[in-house]
């Protein structure tokens, strides 16, 4: 990094400027030296004719007119944004204009060049010397045109050999248009010097853009093979992701992608922007994403989720939309990345304020990134043309983040190794150890579950009759009411009292009583085994069943089954034998809610009271109505 700050010009003089510089689209340049200030900076008011491209065989005529009428000129560098307010154009950043400036005294001894770093419309660049004005333009960046569709948008750097002949005065034209720009005009340095300075400028500039683009891609490849050896460790794969992204934007940012190629593509501007769009987007989220594989548990993993979709979102977007629509919604975008970026320095302050490992290395690593994001971006909205200081704070960043991953994974090895080597037999002595722990936990678990499905067993069967009792009953009741209430099932309740039961108790005793509902239940586990059916004691002689997905009729069946089963049931003892009857009371109705699960009990009772009330041992059915009372808890003569 240090070889390369000076390699890049960074500490080097700037392109000097001429004492009184450009004034109302002019220069003189009879006392400027080249061996000693080898490159001079065009920058000043240049004189501007808006919506026209002038021709250069009447230029003379058109520059008189303009300048008698009203002259108008524009900062070089700058947008046309700014001169919105003084209506010259008729959309934002949209429209075709004609840049002049005379060039007086200029060395024609010493070759001399344009160096044009950025600009943000189409243009083709004439120069020629007084009294001697071409239709061919020396140079053309991308297809200047009042449409998009026959325009071709071109972004890179560029270098132009001036044909300087003994002329006093030379004029330097340049016609632009744009129509796929967000903004336009000439929005970048333009230095006219020595070519052979020059080359060398750009020759440099090439070779530190690609050698920080390389460091940034091989930081990349080394994250990648981080992740590869400890797969469930993700941070090395975010900062991968972080490395790449970065890679594709300062690729597509610096110009060096138009600069390699060796011609001029109409695709190469759609790609520029959509690597600065998809590099902007995963180097954001992807640095959120490192700092919270590194600090989990800080930010919800619902809104990483999301965080991440979203951004897969964008780069579909990125991929299928014109840039143009791109660059108009980009403070949108901005707008986002820089909350990806915020939430990301939040992670990091909360895992300083905790003090947890790691998190006072990482907040060095990321202090100079926050100084020269703010910097960089303020210089390339200004459009002064400043060398980048993002690319050597992300290398640092990136050198600092790497290390402490790279420890982290020695570590681990270095312990597994130390492991393997010293503590062989220790090992296997205590795994021997867990694993007969283990069958005893095992053996206890077993035992343990068995007494737990017992006593729940226990807790929901009836201890007489061996049915389910009345709670687990009701339990069952409202989860099967629901069910049926959403796919729209009938379901019936069947309540069975046994006939003169206190008389039973009576006359033949408890014992005989017990018997009597022993057979009633016996019989009820023979009639209802279907999957879903359920019988339960409900409290002294009384009985329930639930019947899900059966009709009325189906539900009358099965009850006179029931009920002629148990008339034909004979209890014996000590050479006695007895016998008993039952009442069946039905109710069946398509749960909804205009019904509650008690509405189907109540009416069931009810149903039972009328069986009881017609002559006992018989089936009755009321149907569920909306005004149907509930008569459970009335007291029954058994």
């Given at each position: 990094?240090?070889?390369?700050?000076?390699?890049?010009?960074?500490?080097?003089?700037?392109?000097?400027?001429?004492?009184?510089?450009i004034?109302a689209?002019q220069?003189?340049?009879t006392d400027?030296d080249?061996?000693?200030?080898?490159?001079?900076?065009?920058?000043?008011?240049?004189?501007?004719?808006?919506?026209?491209?002038?021709d250069?065989?009447?230029?003379?005529?058109?520059i008189?007119?303009?300048?008698?009428?009203?002259?108008?000129?524009l900062?070089?560098?700058?947008?046309w944004n700014r001169?919105?307010e003084?209506?010259?154009?008729?959309?934002?950043g949209?429209?075709?204009?004609s840049?002049?400036?005379?060039?007086?005294?200029a060395?024609?001894?010493?070759?001399?060049?344009?160096?044009?770093?950025?600009?943000?419309?189409?243009?083709?660049i004439?120069f020629f010397p007084?009294?001697s004005?071409?239709?061919?333009p020396?140079?053309?960046?991308?297809q200047?045109s009042?449409?998009s569709?026959s325009?071709?948008?071109?972004?890179?750097?560029?270098l132009i050999?001036?044909?300087m002949?003994a002329?006093g005065?030379?004029?330097?034209?340049?016609?632009?248009?744009?129509?796929?720009?967000?903004?336009g005009?000439?929005?970048?340095e333009?230095?006219?010097?020595?070519?052979?300075?020059?080359?060398?400028?750009?020759?440099r500039?090439?070779?530190?853009?690609?050698i920080?683009?390389a460091?940034?891609?091989?930081?990349?490849?080394?994250?990648?093979?981080?992740?590869?050896?400890?797969?469930k460790?993700?941070?090395?794969?975010?900062?991968?992701?972080?490395?790449?992204g970065?890679?594709?934007?300062?690729?597509?940012?610096s110009?060096?992608?138009?600069?390699l190629m060796?011609?001029?593509y109409p695709w190469?501007?759609e790609?520029r922007?959509?690597?600065?769009?998809?590099?902007?987007s995963?180097?954001s989220?992807s640095?959120?994403?490192?700092?919270?594989?590194?600090?989990p548990?800080?930010?919800p993993?619902?809104w990483?989720?999301?965080?991440?979709?979203?951004?897969?979102?964008?780069?579909?977007?990125?991929l299928?939309?014109?840039?143009?629509l791109?660059?108009?919604?980009?403070?949108?975008?901005?707008l986002?990345?820089?909350l990806q970026f915020?939430?990301?320095?939040?992670i990091?302050?909360?895992?300083?304020?905790?003090?947890?490992?790691?998190?006072?290395?990482m907040?060095?690593?990321i202090?100079?990134?926050l100084?020269s994001i703010?910097?960089d971006s303020y210089?390339?909205?200004?459009l002064n043309?400043?060398?980048?200081?993002s690319?050597?704070?992300?290398?640092?960043?990136?050198?600092?983040?790497?290390q402490?991953?790279?420890?982290?994974?020695?570590?681990a090895?270095?312990l597994?190794?130390?492991l393997?080597r010293?503590?062989?037999?220790?090992v296997a002595?205590q795994?021997?150890?867990?694993?007969?722990?283990n069958?005893?936990?095992?053996h206890?678990?077993?035992?343990?579950q068995?007494?737990?499905?017992?006593?729940?067993?226990?807790?929901i069967?009836?201890?007489?009759?061996?049915?389910?009792?009345?709670?687990?009953?009701?339990?069952?009741?409202?989860?099967?009411?629901?069910r049926?209430?959403?796919?729209?099932?009938?379901?019936?309740i069947?309540?069975?009292d046994?006939?003169?039961?206190?008389?039973l108790?009576?006359?033949a005793g408890?014992?005989i009583?017990?018997?009597?509902l022993l057979?009633?239940g016996?019989?009820?586990?023979?009639?209802?085994?279907r999957?879903?059916?359920l019988?339960?004691?409900?409290?002294?002689?009384?009985?329930v069943?639930m019947?899900?997905?059966?009709?009325?009729?189906?539900?009358l069946?099965?009850?006179?089954?029931l009920?002629?089963?148990?008339e034909?049931?004979?209890?014996?003892?000590?050479?006695?034998?007895?016998?008993i009857?039952v009442?069946?009371?039905?109710?069946?109705t398509?749960?909804?809610?205009?019904?509650?699960?008690?509405?189907?009990?109540?009416?069931?009772?009810?149903?039972?009271?009328d069986?009881k009330?017609?002559g006992?041992?018989?089936?009755?059915?009321?149907p569920?109505?909306?005004?149907?009372?509930?008569?459970?808890g009335?007291?029954?003569?058994?």
């Amino acid at each position: 990094m240090i070889t390369l700050l000076p390699l890049s010009g960074f500490y080097n003089h700037a392109a000097a400027n001429i004492t009184g510089g450009i004034q109302a689209g002019q220069i003189d340049l009879t006392d400027w030296d080249v061996r000693q200030q080898p490159s001079i900076d065009l920058s000043g008011k240049w004189k501007f004719f808006p919506n026209p491209l002038i021709d250069p065989q009447k230029m003379q005529a058109s520059i008189s007119e303009a300048s008698a009428s009203n002259p108008t000129y524009l900062q070089v560098p700058s947008s046309w944004n700014r001169t919105i307010e003084q209506k010259l154009f008729p959309s934002l950043g949209n429209g075709v204009g004609s840049y002049w400036l005379s060039i007086k005294g200029a060395n024609t001894t010493i070759p001399l060049s344009l160096a044009i770093n950025r600009r943000c419309s189409n243009a083709s660049i004439f120069f020629f010397p007084e009294g001697s004005p071409t239709t061919t333009p020396l140079a053309t960046l991308g297809q200047v045109s009042n449409t998009s569709g026959s325009s071709a948008s071109y972004t890179g750097s560029k270098l132009i050999s001036l044909p300087m002949t003994a002329a006093g005065i030379h004029h330097l034209l340049i016609h632009v248009s744009n129509v796929d720009f967000r903004s336009g005009d000439l929005c970048g340095e333009i230095t006219l010097g020595s070519t052979d300075h020059l080359n060398q400028q750009s020759t440099r500039n090439v070779a530190t853009q690609s050698i920080l683009i390389a460091m940034i891609f091989m930081a990349a490849i080394y994250s990648l093979a981080l992740f590869t050896q400890h797969p469930k460790n993700r941070s090395p794969m975010w900062l991968m992701l972080t490395c790449f992204g970065a890679a594709a934007f300062f690729l597509a940012v610096s110009g060096l992608l138009e600069q390699l190629m060796t011609g001029t593509y109409p695709w190469a501007y759609e790609l520029r922007i959509k690597l600065i769009f998809m590099g902007l987007s995963w180097s954001s989220v992807s640095l959120l994403m490192f700092y919270s594989s590194n600090f989990p548990g800080i930010i919800p993993s619902n809104w990483l989720k999301f965080t991440i979709n979203t951004s897969l979102l964008c780069t579909v977007f990125f991929l299928i939309t014109p840039a143009s629509l791109m660059t108009a919604l980009v403070h949108y975008f901005v707008l986002y990345w820089v909350l990806q970026f915020m939430m990301g320095l939040w992670i990091l302050g909360q895992a300083l304020r905790d003090r947890k490992p790691c998190a006072k290395p990482m907040f060095i690593a990321i202090i100079p990134l926050l100084f020269s994001i703010p910097f960089d971006s303020y210089n390339y909205i200004a459009l002064n043309g400043m060398h980048l200081l993002s690319p050597y704070c992300l290398i640092f960043f990136i050198f600092i983040e790497s290390q402490i991953i790279g420890r982290k994974v020695f570590k681990a090895f270095n312990l597994a190794d130390k492991l393997s080597r010293n503590f062989k037999e220790e090992v296997a002595l205590q795994t021997h150890e867990l694993n007969q722990q283990n069958k005893k936990l095992e053996h206890a678990k077993k035992s343990l579950q068995s007494v737990n499905d017992t006593l729940k067993k226990l807790s929901i069967t009836d201890g007489l009759t061996q049915v389910y009792n009345r709670m687990h009953f009701e339990q069952e009741f409202h989860k099967e009411w629901r069910r049926c209430a959403r796919q729209r099932t009938p379901i019936s309740i069947l309540m069975i009292d046994a006939d003169h039961f206190k008389r039973l108790n009576d006359s033949a005793g408890h014992l005989i009583g017990d018997q009597a509902l022993l057979g009633i239940g016996r019989e009820l586990h023979n009639h209802f085994k279907r999957a879903g059916e359920l019988v339960a004691r409900y409290g002294g002689e009384e009985f329930v069943v639930m019947l899900p997905e059966t009709d009325q009729r189906k539900s009358l069946e099965v009850a006179e089954s029931l009920r002629q089963a148990i008339e034909n049931l004979v209890i014996s003892y000590r050479d006695k034998h007895y016998s008993i009857t039952v009442s069946v009371g039905i109710s069946t109705t398509i749960p909804s809610m205009s019904y509650s699960p008690d509405h189907l009990l109540g009416a069931a009772d009810a149903a039972l009271y009328d069986a009881k009330n017609n002559g006992r041992n018989r089936v009755s059915i009321i149907p569920l109505l909306p005004s149907q009372p509930i008569h459970r808890g009335m007291k029954k003569n058994s």
